[in-house]
Structures are given as C-alpha cells and as structure tokens.
C-alpha cells in the first residue's frame, strides 16, 4: 500500500510551511530515518526525516512552494513489492501542482533531481523597490546537481546559488560540519573573476549599482512570523521600560576564578551568568514571572529563560527549562549547546517553544544599551549592553568601574512598575554579587 508523505506540524503553532527543499528524487529509495526535505516553519529552518521505508513514486508538492497546509500529502512512497509507476498513477490527486511522478517502463537506476524554482533571496528587511526594478528566477539548470555525496546547505545558501549561477559544490561552507551557508555563496559571488591568462585581460570588475537602483527580495516564513508576532506585540502589549546601571567588576573577576577552576570544556561567559542572575531574581520575584492572558495571569513556576540567537534569515528564542535549577558549569553547557544548533537549524520544536521570560544580549556588539520588543505571551524581556568602563561617583569620589547597562521591557497588563523595579533591583543584587548566585 503506497505510504502518504504529509506535510509536518514541526511547532505547536505551525499551520503552514515553506517546501525549501527535496532531498530526492524520483525512483529514489529512501530509508527509516533519511532526511527527505528541509521545511520553513514559523520558527527555524528544519530537517524532516522519514518514517516510512520505499521508493520515491511521486512529489507533488516543488521545492520552493510557500504556504503548504500542515496534513498535505507532498510525495508518495511506494512500498516493498509495489511497482512506483502504478503508484503515481493512482495516487497522484487531479488538482496536485504537476506533480512529479515515476517514469511508467521501469523505476530507474539513477534518480534525476527534481528541478527546483528559486524564490528570490531572502534579506534584512528594509530594501525598497523602484517601480522599475525587476526581479528574475533562475532557470532550474543554472545550478548543477551534487554527482557525489550530499550537499550540506541552507536553504537560503541554496536559493541564493540558483538564483545567482553559484556551484554550491565548489564552495567550502564555513557554517558546523561545514555546511554552506548564505554568507559563503554571496562571497563566492562577489569574488572577483580573474580573466584567462591567454587574453592578457585584468580581472573583472563588478559591476556598479546605478544610482537609485533597489532589488525586491522576498521574506522568508520566519521573517513574515516575525514581524507579525512582533507588530502585535507592540499593538496589544502596553509596553514600559525600566533602565538600570550594574557595575559587573566583581562578576567578572568571580568568572575569571570559576574557570580557572572548572574542567575541561567548562568556559563560563558573562552571558551565563546574566542567565543565572534572571532565573534567581524571577523567583525572588514571582510576580515578574507572569503573562496575560485576558481574564487570567499566567504565574510560571520555573524560570525558563528564553535566549534570544540570531540565525540566517532571522531570530530564535532557544529556552532553557527550570535554569534556576541548573549551576553555572550546566548552564554554560546548555546555552552554547542550544545556540550552536540554533544556528545550524537542527533543534527540535519542544526545544525553541515556550519560556517565561527572555534575555536579548547585544553587548558582544558594542551596544551600550537598547530597549528589546516583549516576546508574546511573555511578560517581560531583558535587553542587555556591553559592559565598558565608566566613571562614576563612590563616596563623593570619582573612580572608574565597569559598568553594564540593562533594560527591562515589561506588558503593564502582567507586570505592573513596582514589580518590575523591585524584579531588576534583585537582577542588579545578584550581579554586583555574584557570589549570592551560588547559595
């Protein structure tokens, strides 16, 4: 009996997705297990697997399709001892996309890849169009197919290589396990060419924008969820901002002592300990650990600190689960865990939906200070700077400390002024004594 491949609900809040990618063909035999497609949710770029084992008799659903309802069947297996032609034929649905379905002679011995049409790229939003600016899609064949093993690529990497002309086999990508990301192909493009030595030629100049020319690039899944989850926080959420100065010298020569002492693999950073600081002051102060929810207010008990990573394309809030529970080795393995898979697109849903609270940390950019949008439903979101030295006033005298500037946004709905004064007055007491944090 032919296996259904549906389009997955990889999020609690997933409805529909973005088909990025096939990883097989047609005629392809797929195992329990083998990554099949790579699918934009509302949330990361994700890897699906498949249940089922058979041959690849019909896609019906192209790579680079935007909007695909969670349930769509999107390809069809044929299983042991089932003929894929047959299967395609009867099970292909008279109104699927022309639908890619097995040759009828015989299943074939190589797989031919599926041609994929290149969405424009995706970018920081921004750019404007001029009303004479033309987008253009490359043709299927302007990238060639891997002969060998698999590419390991972004799907941005690889809409950017089609559109663009780019061998994605030729580049080294500088992402985890050397996957190619969006930054390598837009290299590889910008790269000068150098002329044959024969024609004596210099090498070729880029060309030059014209004044007032734009380019319309399309927003990814991700970047539409963004911004909307994010004009409705602002539009629904009253938000306020409270602003203190935390002078971190002692946090930073109490770190400096922790890992001179930890083991092997164990380096705390100041964001650990930003980490530590919340989650402590959030049980201090229960009352920040809040969201509104119309006719009730949401008291979590646990602090489940949502970090804020940026990725290709976007933003994703990774939580740590219950990290008041957790020291400071655990927790420094648990955030550099979670964000070096966050930027490789490989965590699991359970592991980015959710959290109490939010830190949004900037301050290995040199931001001194900013005020971060609450991230709904959540209460509260702290937005952290760079820690630099400053003068300040101590006992009528001046002197220099460093000093770390945070602001706290909370929604007045759930968390009123004095909770969340008397909430950063705890945060501040933890990090300008940060050996409270370990009793």
Known sequence: MAVEIKMPALSPTMETGTLATWNVSVGDNVRSGDVIAEIETDKATMEVEAVDEGVVASILIAAGSENVAVGTVIALLAEDGEDAASVAAAKTPASAPEPQTAPTPEPPTAATPEPKTAPAENSTPGAVSAPSAQTSMAQPSAVPAPTGSRIFASPLARRIAADRGVDLAALAGSGPHGRILRAD????VTAPAVAPASMGAPAAIGMVAAPGSSELVANSLMRK???????QSKQTAPHFYLTVDCEIDQLLASRRQLNALAGDGVKISVNDLVIRAAAQALIQVPEANASWEGDHTRRFAHADISMAVAIEGGLI????????????AELSQISRDLAERARAGSLAPEEFTGGSFTISNLGMFGVREFAAVINPPQGAILAVGAGEERPIVRDGALAVATVMTVTLSCDHR??????GARWLQS????IENPVTMLL
């Open 414 to 419: 759930a968390v009123d002024g004095a909770v």
């Open 225 to 231: 969820v963004i911004a909307e989850r994010l004009q």
């Open 427 to 430: 945060f501040k007491s933890f």
């Open 185 to 188: 192909v837009e290299a590889a």
């Open 317 to 328: 809030t990774p939580v740590i689960w219950a990290a008041e529970q957790k020291g400071l």
